[in-house]
């Protein structure tokens, strides 16, 4: 079996359904696959900061299913661990969402297994997922790569937090996600949650940036991440397209790479809203 996780809320919904239909749709390997959804309602710090429902995580789990029978998805309801932790703690109001932050948590479940991968809702594979699960992280406390901007502004082994294999016995053993948890609740972090990983780090294994394509998507890249992005036309300028927004896939970046992908979560997103509807109605 093998373990992924994600974190967010009901508003991510999209992004990990097509980032689970990127892996389960890329992969010839017959190993079933476990979803991990670590969620929580913090709607007291923003309206829609709600949880992902039990809608959202049942029909996800028919999707996964279809692939194979033994895939499974559990969710994980975090709100009590992030109100003892992390309320009022000085990266509760950091550039990102405090979903961000929940992944710190992955140690403290007996559930999560020795190898787990985490993965932000904005990425898409675009080879068999196991090019990355399968690399070999005894040792070291997991293994990442390199941020595609943090590289020449911060430092040159500078490592995006978005895409990491984790080796939970060596993170467990070490204190990694404590002592993550620690910088977290006492001190004002720029990148909050990656800056407090890569701070409590003893030992990472780098990868190959085709792990994790911040920036181009070339034939050799494994996962695209959709990140924020520079572009320097029409003027210098950010972005931060997301790959279920198709027609922007389509018209600023020219990507067909992904359309069966995408194709398909076009289907199941109309087919969730129908139930959806149905559901409110009965």
Not at 196 to 213: E, G, V
Request: hydrophobic share 35%.
């Amino acid at each position: 079996m093998v373990d992924i996780l994600f974190c967010g809320n009901v508003g991510v919904f999209d992004g990990m359904l097509t980032a689970a239909l990127s892996i389960m749709k890329r992969t010839k390997n017959p190993e079933p696959i476990r979803f991990n959804l670590f969620t929580m309602n913090v709607s007291h710090l923003k309206d829609n900061y709600v949880p992902t429902t039990q809608e959202q995580k049942e029909f996800f789990e028919r999707v996964i299913k279809t692939y194979n029978p033994e895939n499974q998805a559990r969710l994980f309801d975090v709100t009590d661990l992030y109100k003892e932790h992390f309320s009022g703690c000085p990266n509760e109001g950091a550039y990102c969402s405090p979903y961000t932050l929940i992944r710190l948590f992955a140690d403290l479940f007996e559930e999560i297994p020795d190898k787990l991968l985490y993965l932000d809702a904005d990425i898409m594979f675009q080879h068999d997922f196991h090019l990355l699960y399968d690399i070999d992280i005894e040792g070291y406390e997991y293994a990442a790569a390199r941020d595609h901007y943090g590289k020449y502004l911060i430092n040159p082994h500078y490592i995006n937090a978005g895409v990491i294999l984790f080796n939970m016995k060596e993170a467990r053993r070490t204190g990694l996600f404590e002592k993550a948890r620690t910088w977290i609740k006492t001190k004002k972090l720029v990148f909050a949650d990656q800056s407090a990983l890569i701070r409590s780090t003893t030992r990472k294994k780098l990868l190959p940036q085709k792990f994790n394509d911040q920036k181009f998507l070339h034939k050799h890249t494994v996962v695209r991440h959709f990140s924020k992005r520079l572009f320097y036309l029409p003027y210098p300028h950010t972005e931060n397209i997301k790959q279920w927004q198709v027609e922007r896939i389509h018209k600023v970046f020219g990507y067909h790479q992904f359309d069966d992908i995408l194709n398909e979560y076009l289907v199941l997103k109309q087919q969730f809203e129908n139930e959806t509807i149905k559901g409110v109605k009965k």
